[in-house]
């Protein structure tokens, strides 16, 4: 079975249809590629074919390179990995320049045979850049597809030639949203901004008679002709010197100089454009390569790609029957629960929406109502999906309405009292076959699910907020969860288009376990006398969207203060973090409890608006003459939350690093580049992070003792991903 195929017309049109067989999008392999170079051969050695469409046998067109093969490429690439890696990105180069120059005279531009790209739907990656080597690129009038670049999201850049056709095309600066920010458009957008030439009905149609057509001069792309210019300018020209300097500054200030893909685009657009386009891809094809050299390219696919959909595909379900959920009941109608409901209904759920009083559960419906207003102004959603999904929930006080409901997620106040009321009232009304779930970041599952009459059938889900924007869901089973709940919880999860994660029950689960720490930890700095400023921008030059004291105003002191007195109640002369308690109880005791009260460890405006760190943090706790090293500053906030993470997997909170990794990125922004904490020691090395450890157990204390997992694969030059990468637990390893 082959991916592409062709067959040509009386005319004299010849056809290339890419169709991936099993697959519901066309993703290139190292094969295909192959085949696609031996038709446009065929297609250029045959006299009958006057020129060439290129099109797709699916409703899209393509969703990119597999990055199955972009992740081996480096493995896969010989002894001398850069070059082999280099060489077969020329190759590469060389069909798409096969495509663009369709067999023309060098000297004259004539005698060439037009190449049309016909677009049905959506365009991504290599597969927006095939078609940017054709000559013209018809897409269909599809307001659903989706028309870019989005290499730069995953930890690369276009790398076949679409950062040097696109850059050419229109410029270093209206090119910067394509290529460094990854923006897809529609169709209509897409033409608007030059990205393709036409938005039609029926693009094949449309692009055969265009080949019919088409002269020589038609088909002579801007960059080989006499006299190209640069639009916007040449770096050395005055108006282009302003938007590479601009452009420089602008990378550096959104990527802190950690992500190396974005660097390495703007350097081959910056070299690129001051030679010819020969010159430049090769130039675009040296970059890439570094950037697949690099560590952090690695991680990042394998983690935001790899990992990420082998758990939504469902990488640890356990074996049970089907479990899609037709109707859920939420309890508890406030933000978190508003927002359960919303994307529950809007994934074609019936809800159920529970609350003490009517006006309480009408205002949670209204949370859903607001969001596709929104969505309605920027012209996502219509008049008619905003009935259909509001009238998917039932607002209501009514315990009775949950008759028929397979899923209950409970989402009321974090209580266990009031939590073990609203279990036994729901376990009263629904069915035996109903899951019940609470949503909860810290109260312990098996506690919770004491109240239950059906423990099996009782499982955490903890959503992060706002629920509607964010990707991980947290799935935690107790001691006496059953596998039919996980798969429920899975099943649910996917349905409502998120990224789960499974873990065992334990303090904090998973994700609070890492981010306590990480705030903690800046917050004792604060009491160190360490700079606040200096803690801030340490994290943030991490890769980390939020410091830790921004990040605690955020969530709120008093919420910080809530959990300090539960953890120190729990565990008695165990509790570690006194010193971090002096500072937020001192805060909440002046009033200051975050960004809800305008008055944090940051100042505000009234109007909400952060001015700058309060001053009178310093008054309190006075910034020391003597300042640690960035370098020490940035291993103490890293490891502060890397090291939990290893200890929930040596403890078997966490099966499966990939979980770690894919949660640690989707739930709190862990550092994106790094690939997540687990491929982050990967990329340092075991015996650097326990150099690391031991260093900062000296200085700091024992909260950075280096875990014995560790230690160990440090002792046998072993890494996190070549031992547990396929998903073993740490029990069966």
């Not at 051969?41 to 045959?46: G, S, V, Y």
């Not at 030059?194 to 080949?211: M, N, Y």
């Not at 499982?459 to 798969?487: N, W, Y």
Request: hydrophobic share 45%; charged share 25%.
């Amino acid at each position: 079975m082959t991916d592409f195929t062709m067959k040509t017309g009386d005319d004299g049109v010849a056809i290339i249809t890419w169709d991936v067989p099993g697959k519901s999008m066309n993703v290139l392999s190292l094969e295909g590629w192959d085949e696609l170079d031996a038709l446009i051969d065929q297609a250029l050695a045959d006299d009958a074919v006057k020129g060439v469409v290129i099109t797709s046998g699916k409703k899209d067109f393509a969703g990119g390179m597999d990055l199955n093969v972009i992740a081996r490429m480096k493995t896969s690439a010989g002894d001398d990995p850069a070059k082999g890696l280099f060489e077969g990105l020329m190759r590469s180069h060389g069909i798409l320049r096969k495509i663009e120059r369709a067999g023309m005279d060098p000297k004259t531009n004539k005698g060439g045979k037009p190449i049309a790209a016909a677009l049905p739907g959506t365009a991504l990656g290599i597969g927006l850049e095939i078609p940017l080597a054709c000559h013209r690129i018809f897409a269909a009038d599809n307001p659903k597809a989706k028309i870019g670049l989005p290499e730069i999201m995953v930890g690369i850049f276009p790398g076949m030639g679409g950062t040097t056709r696109v850059s050419r095309m229109m410029g270093a600066m209206q090119a910067s949203p394509i290529l460094l920010e990854g923006k897809l458009n529609d169709p209509k957008k897409a033409k608007s901004l030059g990205l393709i030439h036409e938005v039609v009905d029926d693009p094949v149609a449309a692009a055969r008679e265009w080949v019919l057509n088409a002269k020589d001069t038609d088909i002579v792309k801007p960059w080989d002709q006499k006299g190209f210019k640069f639009p916007g300018g040449a770096p050395y020209h005055p108006a282009g010197f302003m938007t590479f300097v601009g452009a420089s500054a602008m990378v550096n200030g959104k990527t802190q100089g950690v992500y190396p893909a974005a660097k390495a685009l703007l350097s081959a657009v910056y070299e690129g454009a001051l030679v010819p386009f020969d010159t430049a891809i090769k130039i675009e094809a040296r970059w890439f390569t570094s950037v697949l050299m690099n560590p952090s390219s690695e991680a990042m696919i394998r983690s935001l790609f790899i990992n990420k959909e082998a758990l939504e595909k469902g990488a640890n379900r356990p074996e049970a029957p089907d479990q899609t959920v037709k109707k859920v009941g939420i309890m508890g109608a406030g933000m978190m629960g508003a927002g359960i409901a919303y994307v529950s209904a809007n994934a074609g759920i019936e809800v159920v929406l529970i609350d003490q009083e009517q006006a309480a559960a009408d205002r949670g419906k209204s949370y859903s109502e607001d969001i596709l207003d929104k969505g309605i102004k920027r012209k996502k959603v219509t008049e008619e999906k905003k009935t259909e999904v509001l009238g998917r929930i039932t607002a209501t006080t009514d315990y009775d309405a949950l008759k028929g409901c397979d899923l209950v997620v409970e989402a009321v106040f974090e209580d266990p009292g009031i939590k073990a009321e609203v279990t036994k009232k729901v376990e009263a009304v629904v069915g035996p076959d109903c899951i019940f779930a609470t949503n909860t970041s810290t109260l312990p599952i098996g506690e919770l699910a004491k109240a239950s009459e059906r423990p099996e059938q009782f499982i955490g889900i903890h959503f992060f907020s706002p629920v509607d924007k964010m990707m991980l869901v947290e799935i935690i089973k107790g001691a006496q969860t059953g596998d039919r709940a996980v798969a429920k919880a899975l099943d649910y999860v996917r349905q409502i288009r998120k990224t789960p994660i499974v873990v065992n029950d334990a303090r904090f689960f998973y994700a609070n376990r890492c981010i306590i720490p990480y705030i903690n930890e800046g917050v004792r700095m604060v009491k160190e006398g360490v700079e606040p400023a200096l803690i801030e921008n340490a994290a943030k030059m991490l890769g980390f969207p939020l410091g830790p004291l921004q990040l605690v105003d955020e969530t709120s002191i008093d919420l910080g203060v809530k959990i300090a007195k539960a953890t120190r109640a729990a565990m008695g002369d165990d509790y570690p973090d006194e010193a971090v308690d002096e500072v937020l109880f001192w805060m909440a005791d002046q009033g200051r409890m975050g960004r809800k009260s305008k008055s944090g460890f940051y100042a505000y405006a009234e109007d909400g608006k952060r001015v700058g760190l309060w001053e009178g943090l310093g008054d309190k706790y006075a910034v020391a003459d003597d300042q640690p090293e960035l370098t020490r500053v940035q291993h103490r906030l890293m490891m502060a939350q890397v090291l939990e993470a290893v200890r929930a997997f040596e403890q078997g909170v966490l099966e499966d690093i990939r979980e770690g990794d894919v949660g640690a990125i989707l739930g709190w922004g862990f550092a994106p580049w790094s690939g997540g904490p687990f491929s982050w020691l990967d990329i340092i090395g075991a015996a650097k992070a326990v150099e690391i450890c031991d260093t900062l157990t000296a200085e700091c204390g024992a909260r950075f003792t280096t875990p014995e997992l560790l230690r160990d694969l440090a002792k046998g030059g072993d890494s996190f991903y070549g031992r547990f990468g396929d998903g073993a637990a740490m029990e069966a390893a």
